[in-house]
């Protein structure tokens, strides 16, 4: 069964920085890319950042230079390194992976920053 549950997510400073976790099992993490996306309230989900097999990185314009994120293959997780953080970067952050057609979620952790 997969599972992905992440984690770090809470109230921040405008400014500030949090680091997210999500650490995954059921999958073959190492083979997969790991995306994370984020859903604030009355809009769509969108790709926020991912991560190859080979670590190669692909992020949204919004955030381009204020986040990193960064897998850790032998510990199955996957981090979303936010700096800088803006009041419209508040939403729930969703980690992602697509394995063999098919797409599993986390549960979701809510950042919220304030200005």
């Known amino acids: 069964q997969v599972q992905l549950v992440e984690s770090g997510g809470g109230l921040v400073q405008a400014g500030g920085s949090l680091r997210l976790s999500c650490a995954a099992s059921?999958?073959?993490?190492?083979?997969?890319?790991m995306d994370w996306y984020r859903q604030a309230p009355g809009k769509q989900r969108e790709l926020v950042a991912a991560?190859?097999?080979?670590?190669?990185?692909n992020y949204a314009d919004s955030v381009q230079g204020r986040f990193t994120i960064s897998r850790d293959n032998p510990k199955n997780t996957v981090y979303l390194q936010m700096n800088s953080l803006k009041p419209e970067d508040t939403s729930a952050y969703y980690c992602?992976?697509?394995?063999?057609?098919?797409?599993?979620w986390g549960q979701g952790t809510q950042v919220t920053v304030s200005s």
């Open positions: 992602h992976v697509l394995q063999w057609g098919q797409s599993y």
């Open positions: 059921g999958i073959i993490f190492s083979v997969n890319t």
């Open positions: 991560i190859s097999s080979s670590g190669s990185t």
